[in-house]
């Protein structure tokens, strides 16, 4: 007796469905293999660079040099005679502005170079920072073909970044200091003594650090100097790491801990070196 | 005809999406947060395609972000796993209109909220009190969802335009 109920197409649709879920988590074991396998070899390297490449160029299309520029001028300038004048004086204080904010740019560069010239840097821009809202990384346009490898420093004029978590042929993602994932020793300027300073989830939004295991029986006060101790392989030692704030004692001297803010506005800055020696 | 212009729609999203996200949104912040782009073009690509397509698509995601943050397959799977939930709702409980991608934006970024929170804690070994994680999550999903709207807006004014098209075809 035929009911009129067509249960083929069920059927059908199962199958559609146990195969897809079948392919896809293979697929997705496959894509988290191929990290987990080729982690320390070039294969995940050069697939990243072919990604990065195309946003590296978007980048630069946006931040052209001043020779660009000059060919507008002539173009501008050919194109409308009876506002020239205006124009020129227009272009020519573009012109002086975009000097202006390229020697601000080399001149911070050069004062990274002088800060850190017992060390071999390269330079490097930030081209763009942590989608997520828990980490603070950036990546910079300096890769493996630059000599950059995995752990070594970063630092700005005024004081430490971070440190390279990862590397393309072409880019590095760079760790910074304010990552609660990150622990830097340091030395208390006014006492000589040790002590450690990491990113916090509670002070993630401010922007500032925490100073633990201080030395018991210690007097620290706000507007001690906080410098890398050199303890460990992956920071040189006397590189500025912040300034201290506010003492926080609590019950125990164990326990207390002392908020940091950074010598170097990390949202801020645009340029970084990377200690390469 | 419509397939295929959908299929081109969807891939622009992919890269506007991205591009966005690294060269725009990355740079906002409100009380410490910022619009995640790439999690909102998932559920814009769900409301409009079905199950099997948003989770390829989240899936491609998750691997280009981890490429480009050399974040070690850790987007790779939760974007494919966030992929398919909001696949599944999307093709089962909800329509294609503004509040749709304002529910699904919330529910999104609440799991993926979660989910980082857990990383970053386990990573740190310190965590923050629940109430403040509520505060942040807030902050978050306001952020979030105010971005989504404008563009669920826009891709639903392209989807009835299509539509309207389609419908001119046939008639």
Redesign the interface.
Known sequence: MDYGIDFSDNVQKRKKKLI?IAV?VV??IM??A???RN?NSKV?SK??TV??KP?IV??DL?NKDEIDSMDLETLRAEYDELKRQKEELEIQALESQKILDDNKMLKEMLDIKKEYQHYKTVMGKI?????????Q?F?INVGSNDGVQVDQTVVHKDGLVGYI??VTDTTA?VTTILD??TSVSVNISTINEPAVV?????L???NKLKLTYIPLDTEIAVSDMLYTSGIGVKYPSSIPVGRIIEVVNNKNDVNRYALVEPCVDI?KISEVAVIIN | MRKVVKTIITILLFIIS??L???V???I?L????P???IISVILVGMYTNI?ST??YA?LL?????????T??FY??IY?ILG?VIGYVSDNYMKENIFSAIILTAGGITIL?II??I???A??A???GFM?FVG?LLV?ILLNVAIASVFAFVLGKINALLEKKQDNIYW
């Open positions: 897809f896809f697929l997705v894509f988290v191929f990290f987990f982690s995940v697939v990243a990604i990065s946003i978007v980048y946006f081209v763009y920072r942590e989608h997520d809202n828990w980490t990384t990546t978590s990862s993602t609660v994932s990491n990113g916090d989830l509670n993630k939004s401010q949202s | 991205i591009l996200q690294l060269f949104f990355n740079n912040t009380f410490g947060f910022k995640n782009m790439l099997y989770a390829f899936l998750g691997f280009t972000t981890d490429l480009l943050f050399g070690s397959g790779t799977v494919s398919i909220e980082e929170y990383r970053a804690m990573v740190s310190n965590y923050i403040h942040d978050s």
